[in-house]
């Protein structure tokens, strides 16, 4: 059975830094495509980042410049490097994998009915 596993939220000042992880386990059948979603209360679950399987990234115009995706094969994992926070940022971050013809973020929300997804951790940036 496939588990997504997200850990390395918090709590974090204004201009600080996370950095999560979405450890992958099982074996999950076709996936060429993993990105980072998230979900403020009362607004729409929205993607962050995409990363192919070439290692190609894309990001939202929001946070490019300040997250990072990137991805440690060897030990199944995704992260998310998460520099110079904003309020904005707060909210509750979700990791995704499956296939897509072209793994970029636009087409992420694809994976909202096809993808693997995991539970889920939560940032809270503090002013």
């Known amino acids: 059975q496939v588990q997504l596993v997200e850990s390395g939220g918090g709590t974090v000042q204004s201009g600080g830094s996370l950095r999560l992880s979405c450890a992958v386990s099982?074996?999950?059948?076709?996936?060429?495509?993993m990105a980072w979603f998230r979900q403020a209360p009362g607004k729409e679950r929205e993607g962050v980042a995409a990363?192919?399987?070439?290692?190609?990234?894309t990001y939202d115009d929001s946070v490019k410049g300040r997250f990072t995706i990137s991805r440690d094969n060897a030990k199944n994992t995704v992260y998310l490097q998460m520099n110079s926070l904003k309020s904005e940022d707060s909210a509750m971050y979700y990791c995704a994998a499956g296939y897509l013809r072209s793994c970029i973020l636009p087409n992420t929300g694809q994976l909202r009915a096809s993808g693997y997804w995991g539970q889920g951790t939560q940032v809270t940036v503090s002013s």
């Open positions: 990363i192919a399987s070439t290692d190609s990234t």
């Open positions: 099982g074996y999950m059948y076709k996936t060429n495509c």
